[in-house]
């Protein structure tokens, strides 16, 4: 897991140097409050924010939450508003308060006051307090008793609470209903009020009773009040009531539907455009095909461009879900019907004044044989209201309507794989390369956003319409030399995303990108920087073997131009990411000399060793295994270079773990090539003895005859196993990392098991050997040109060991031929340092805090033995800058055992469950924050070692093994009880004892 840069409270003990630090922050603060100064007061207040965050444990946040109580309670009303204003900031930590009777008690003293704002305060606390105090029945009274004031701020803080309480307790809801009810009908009740109580019905979804209540009222207020405020709040606190109870969504989709169609007022068709819009990404499985056909006609009928283009955001929303496949599959025979041919071409241009892009568009596009005009089509396709709404709306003057036309197209196009829509792709193609051509031309923020539709559906078609990716390609290409710059970084992007899906980007396009490399890049701008990144990019894609020397010499001539470090870095980096290492080799030395830190020039020194290392084994060849022991020898001593430098860039705030990991196993995993190479080669070099077979024969075992051979072959194989476990490990631990790490880690875990069932089909056991598990991998769909070439070799090796399986009798020279062959194969592959090895875009960290927990971390903690340990474990998860990027903490498993360090006493027989401790729970964190408690039992004295670790399950139910993993130590110590029943026997026996001995002495 990531390592945070804060500090860790009570990391490993209760009452450590940690918890002083705490406790001298608290006491700095505390400090300000006593102040007899009005800012300092509000300065300290205003700083607890930053304290919780920095030390999130109850023990801690309850301290500082009652002192803040205690200023609340006694300060005037603007220290009271930053108490407020730190208790809604600090939400997530309100349930780690430990005394909330005693806080609430407090902050509740306030709402008796003869000032109604001091009031107004205390009832936005009471609400902001809502998620820990949900039933306390006092709060509940001051509420409804404040809704009845006569001044107008404490009116609206009850408001506001009313909403807070409503949300959270089901017997407030029930309660503040009617009175809610009253006051909205009630004649006295002033306009603007009835505004700010009408939303509270939001919250009335609890049951099935209060909802159906809540939705008979809004509808009496909606046919009642029909002005144009209260049918908006009303229709809106309608939505989100249906889409919290979810059983009255359908209804809400054909109200909300039926007042964009008859409501003559914009505002309120906006508002209903808005609402659809929200249950369409709630809900999508309640939209019926009437629905959408309902909304279709709209669209069609609207003369205004903002209705049509909110209508149009709603559909394409839909056209992205399962909605599109229920709109088309309920009636089968509305997909083509036929209509009259006519060129609707011409009738898009003339309409929606895009003849000279068209014209344009034409000219590019006419080589590729996808901007036919569609008069050359015998009849033009006709599925229905929703394909005829998005071809008009394809080539639209207003560019977001045009954007979400095609976007419709390309999800329609994409969604209905079993359909023959030759036609409606040729449109959506056609829509694409026409958006392109518009938007490419122009710098402008909205062009841009289209740009950006345009191009995610480009990539989205040509992933799932493979035939029409070439020319997508060629389309791109096209407009790439006439773009503007910020144009040509996200096309860059998108044919970057399109090639390593598909191997669309052959040699004869690598010309066309180096002629465009050579003309950009002339000023030192950000545009121009981030167009080098992303232009090398799609270079290093296309390029699918190592850069020609006029390529390499293209870039770094343009890179020589440029003062900028970082962005040669970055090209580097995508270099690495690519396969080209000779490149990255390059780059990386230029580089060593331009950083200012020592861990920085180790950690470019590292990457510039490993890629030589990589580069070593570009020169592997069949057949010659001489040669091949040779490159893995020269890159081991690379990688090892390598890792030495890696180790010296790590620091505690950065240990590079899973570099260092991933790098040890590289060399492992080479390391292991190399002595299966010499294993092979021992059977010409060291074959089995004459009397090879007579042991055979005499051990019953028939691989005996193959000599020692057979020994190491299975050393082999155990150990291609272990570093397949190790890879699994290093995969189970990377919870932080993106999906293409993972698959590039899982590629080489696959590695070391091919090669371990390769040796097991061909020598050790080619009578069990199954090839029906390995048969899949090549059905599985390739996101990279890496994935796709190991694909690649994964089936042919299987292919070879399945025909020399049970042909030839073990062990020959075609086995270790094929088992060599298959190793040099796996190595040809340039390896790929994805992107986590480089950047880590998700953090996510565990802390642990366990109580008791002693003063000194070496320090034991003493127990009775016929007592319990009650072991109370608290955590706090912590995140980055974009939490759940990846994936999210469903539940954290704690997982506590005990071992016995030292033995002190005697030995008494104890029953084995009271011997060893191991027990395992699962928390799921609320607000980042979970606590749970284990009984410990500690029969046996002497020290034991207390073992917690953590590990996180996702939101898939995939475990990983996070950590972290905390030691406490405990002591268990003889009761005095028991001590003094053992004393007492003992005194007993030593008179016996000496009468026996001088009976003894007596004898003699």
């Not at 020397?549 to 990411?577: C, D």
């Not at 991933?662 to 492992?668: E, N, Q, T, Y």
């Amino acid at each position: 897991m990531a390592s945070n840069s804060t500090k860790s409270f009570l990391a490993d003990a209760g009452y450590g140097e940690q918890e002083l630090d705490a406790n001298s922050a608290l006491m700095e603060l505390d400090k300000g409050l006593r102040s007899g100064k009005l800012g300092e007061q509000c300065e300290a207040v205003v700083r607890f924010p930053r304290l919780f965050q920095k030390y999130p444990f109850p023990i801690l946040i309850n301290s500082a939450f009652l002192k803040l109580a205690d200023v609340f309670r006694v300060g005037n009303n603007f220290l009271r508003l930053c108490v407020l204003k730190v208790t809604q900031q600090s939400e997530k930590h309100l349930e780690k308060i430990l005394n909330v009777d005693e806080f609430v008690k407090r902050i509740f003293s306030v709402i008796h006051s003869n000032d109604p704002v001091a009031r107004a305060i205390t009832l936005r606390m009471l609400g902001s307090l809502a998620s820990i105090i949900p039933e306390r029945k006092n709060a509940h009274h001051s509420i409804r008793q404040s809704l009845d004031s006569h001044d107008n701020v404490e009116v609206e803080a009850a408001v506001f609470a009313a909403a807070n309480f409503s949300a959270q307790s089901k017997d407030f809801a029930v309660g503040i209903c009617n009175k809610i009810s009253e006051m909205i009908q009630g004649l006295a009740t002033p306009v603007d009020l009835k505004l700010k109580l009408i939303p509270i019905l939001q919250h009335m979804h609890h049951d099935a009773i209060l909802a159906s209540s809540a939705r008979q009222l809004l509808q009496q207020l909606v046919t009642s009040y029909p002005s144009t405020k209260m049918v908006i709040v009303s229709l809106h606190t309608f939505t989100l009531l249906a889409a919290s109870s979810l059983v009255d969504t359908p209804k809400q989709i054909q109200l909300l539907l039926q007042y964009l169609k008859n409501d003559p007022r914009k505002a309120v068709k906006r508002l209903a455009i808005q609402d659809l819009k929200l249950l369409a990404n709630k809900t999508p499985h309640t939209w019926s095909r009437e629905n959408i056909q309902a909304l279709c006609e709209c669209a069609l009928q609207t003369p205004y461009d903002s209705l049509k283009l909110g209508m149009l955001s709603v559909l394409s929303t839909l056209s992205g879900t399962i909605a599109i496949k229920h709109y088309f599959s309920i009636v089968p025979g509305c997909w083509l019907e036929p209509k009259e041919s006519k060129p609707p071409t011409q009738k898009h241009l003339s309409t929606f004044c895009l003849q000279p892009v068209f014209q344009c568009f034409i000219g590019q596009s006419k080589s590729h044989g996808i901007g036919r005009s569609h008069g050359n089509v015998s009849s033009s396709p006709r599925s229905s209201d929703l394909v005829k709404l998005a071809q008009e709306c394809c080539y639209h003057n207003n560019r977001g309507i045009a954007a979400h036309g095609v976007r419709v197209l390309t999800n329609i196009t994409v969604s209905c794989q079993e359909k023959d829509l030759l036609a409606l792709e040729q449109d959506a193609v056609f829509g694409l390369e026409s958006l392109l051509v518009l938007c490419s031309q122009d710098d402008s923020p909205g062009a841009q956003a289209t740009l950006k539709i345009a191009l995610n559906c480009m990539v989205k078609l040509a992933k799932g319409r493979p035939h029409l990716s070439q020319s997508v390609v060629e389309t791109l290409l096209t407009q790439l030399h006439s773009a503007q710059d910020a144009a040509r970084i996200l096309m860059c992007h998108c044919l970057a995303a399109i090639a390593m899906q598909l191997p669309v980007l052959g040699d004869g396009m690598l010309g066309d990108l180096m002629e465009l490399y050579k003309v950009i890049g002339r000023s030192a701008t950000d545009k121009q920087q981030e167009l080098l990144v992303s232009l090398a990019t799609v270079i290093f894609v296309a390029s699918q073997k190592a850069l020609s020397v006029e390529s390499k010499a293209v870039i770094k001539q343009q890179l020589e131009s440029v003062s900028n470090g970082w962005t040669v870095y970055r090209i580097a980096r995508q270099a690495s990411r690519m396969g080209n290492h000779d490149m990255a080799k390059e780059l990386y030395q230029s580089l060593l000399t331009q950083v200012a830190s020592e861990h920085f020039y180790f950690w470019l020194n590292s990457l510039k060793e490993f890629s030589h290392a990589e580069q070593c084994l570009t020169g592997l060849q069949e057949e010659n295994y001489s040669s091949a022991l040779s490159c893995i020898a020269e890159s081991l001593k690379f990688y090892h270079k390598g890792i030495a430098s890696l180790t010296a860039a790590s620091t505690p705030l950065n240990p590079l773990s899973f570099q260092c990991e991933f790098v040890k196993l590289r060399i492992d995993l080479l390391q292991a090539f190399s002595q299966l190479i010499c294993t092979c080669n021992s059977l010409k070099t060291s074959p089995p003895p004459a009397i090879a077979t007579t042991i055979a024969m005499t051990l019953g075992n028939d691989l005996q005859r193959c000599g020692r051979i057979s020994n190491q072959m299975k050393q082999s194989m155990e150990e291609f196993r272990s570093l397949a476990s190790r890879y699994g490990d290093l995969y189970q631990a990377s919870f932080d990392a993106d999906s293409a790490t993972l698959r590039n880690v899982e590629l080489q875990q696959q590695s070391c098991l091919l090669i371990s069932h390769a040796i097991e089909a061909l020598i050790l056991d080619p009578e069990s050997a199954s090839f029906q598990e390995y048969g899949s991998t090549g059905t599985a769909h390739a996101d990279s040109e890496y994935e796709r070439r190991m694909m690649s070799v994964y089936n042919h090796v299987l292919e070879e060991v399945e025909s020399l399986n049970r042909k030839y009798t073990p062990v020959s020279y075609m086995h270790t031929a094929c088992l060599c062959n298959a190793i040099i194969a796996l190595l040809k592959v340039p390896l790929s340092f994805q992107r986590y090895f480089f950047q880590k875009l998700q953090s996510t960290s565990i802390k642990l805090a366990l109580s008791p927990s002693p003063r000194n971390p070496a320090e034991p903690i003493a127990v009775q033995n016929n007592q319990q340990l009650a072991l109370k474990v608290e955590g706090v998860v912590q995140h980055g800058s974009k939490p759940g990027l990846f994936r999210k903490i469903q539940s954290v498993c704690l997982n506590v055992s005990s071992t016995l360090q030292s033995k002190s006493g005697q030995d008494y027989k104890i029953p084995i469950d009271n011997m060893t401790n191991e027990m395992e729970q699962r928390v799921e964190p609320h607000n980042d924050y979970f606590s749970t408690q284990f009984l410990l039992n500690f029969a046996i004295l002497g020290t034991h070692n207390i073992t917690v670790e953590s590990s996180v399950k996702d939101a898939n139910g995939i475990v990983w093994k996070t950590g972290p993993r905390t030691t406490i130590f405990v002591k268990s110590l003889e009761d005095p009880y028991s001590q003094q029943i053992r004393l007492q026997q003992q005194q007993a026996q030593q008179p016996l004892q000496q009468q026996q001995q001088r009976n003894a002495y007596t004898r003699f």
